[in-house]
């Protein structure tokens, strides 16, 4: 049997790691930033009627564009940011990633440049190796803060044709004040690409606020995922000028959101009010464990997301893996001192806080 190094992979993709979280069954799975609410009952019955309906159409093509979907999109966006948009303006695709991905297609590429401010999410070097884009990194401060003076010195310094800014900030939580987010677009030769995945969860406002003043360099990419309970659905957007849409129509593959893929997100963006109402739960329950984690000691990074990350460990897997002996997995991102937990149901989010009570006094912290 061959193994992965016997194939002619291209040389940058050499050594690398697939991306994914480690996939246990435990009582409190707390590592993968999933909403712990399921969908309702009406959604689920709206659902399945709809699907029904179509069911006997799955013999044609999906309508190319999904003009049905991304006018849902552009309405629910309009709505929650307070920024007027049409279907012109949204883009949809099967999860975020792949938003990112037709973006890097269009503007990465060979001899291209991709800048991340880290650590942030992960996927984003990954997709720009499997673009041949190059990911150049700029350490985020000693708080995990995007520093406004080193990030404009690497713009200038590298160029990039690309820039990303994930706020809140996958994996610590923190947000990108808006005003740094437009001095980085200003000082940016290329486009910028602002990830908002969580951004449901944080009061501060969107970048979406800026896309009129910065046509041809702003994109905001965000998802169905979290906020949505719609982690199984796989549908992520972005919302911009008209121009980005058409450019990304230049590489989608044909027929890239199935006929299911539009409907199940169509008749969840129709059930909005009671599935958002999950985030007030979750922000509620986000901010009693940062409470608790401070009492325990613990240092936590400030998240205005579904997610803490807190720290700081002289040896973070070691504690990672007293949780789970505890019945409690959380996330290990490879981020020297911290670990990540997704905030779950409460009486999970009691279990992980007992595991944290039980563990404080046994592990070793760094300054």
Not at 197 to 217: H, N, R
Not at 220 to 232: E, L
Not at 320 to 333: A, E, H, M, P, S
Not at 352 to 361: K, P, T, V
Request: negative net charge.
């Amino acid at each position: 049997m061959a193994e992965l190094k016997d194939l002619p992979l291209r040389e940058e993709l050499r050594g690398s790691s697939a991306y994914g979280a480690p996939q246990l069954t435990v009582t409190n799975q707390l590592n993968t930033n999933e909403n712990p609410y399921p969908p309702s009952e009406a959604l689920v019955k709206d659902m399945v009627a709809a699907v029904e309906k179509h069911a006997r159409e799955l013999n044609r093509y999906p309508e190319r564009d999904a003009v049905e979907l991304r006018t849902a999109l552009a309405e629910y966006v309009s709505e929650q940011t307070g920024v007027a948009v049409s279907v012109e303006n949204v883009w949809a695709a099967n999860g975020s990633n792949e938003v990112l991905q037709q973006l890097l297609q269009v503007f990465g590429g060979p001899g291209r440049s991709a800048l991340g401010f880290t650590p942030s999410y992960s996927m984003h070097p990954i997709l720009c190796a499997g673009t041949q884009t190059e990911f150049i990194a700029c350490p985020r401060d000693a708080d995990f803060r995007i520093d406004e003076k080193e990030a404009l010195e690497a713009v200038a310094k590298h160029s990039p044709d690309v820039v990303f800014i994930t706020t809140p900030n996958n994996p610590t939580g923190d947000v990108t004040p808006i005003d740094v987010v437009e001095k980085i677009v200003q000082a940016a030769p290329g486009i910028v690409i602002v990830d908002e995945a969580y951004m449901e969860f944080s009061p501060s406002p969107s970048a979406t606020t800026l896309l009129e003043k910065y046509p041809t360099k702003l994109v905001v990419s965000r998802t169905m995922s979290k906020a949505f309970d719609f982690a199984g659905g796989r549908l992520g957007y972005f919302v911009a000028d008209p121009a980005f849409v058409e450019a990304v129509m230049l590489v989608r593959l044909p027929y890239h959101l199935s006929v299911l893929s539009q409907i199940a997100a169509t008749v969840a963006l129709a059930h909005k009010e009671e599935t958002l109402g999950t985030v007030a739960k979750l922000s509620a329950e986000r901010d009693r464990v940062v409470a608790w984690l401070k009492e325990l000691g613990y240092y936590v990074v400030p998240s205005e997301s579904n997610f803490v990350s807190f720290g700081r460990f002289a040896d973070q897997h070691a504690v990672w893996q007293g949780f789970l002996d505890r019945d409690v997995l959380i996330r290990d991102n490879g981020v020297p001192g911290l670990l990540r937990a997704t905030i779950g149901l409460p009486e999970e989010n009691d279990a992980f806080l007992s595991a944290a009570a039980d563990l404080a006094d046994t592990v070793e912290m760094t300054n």
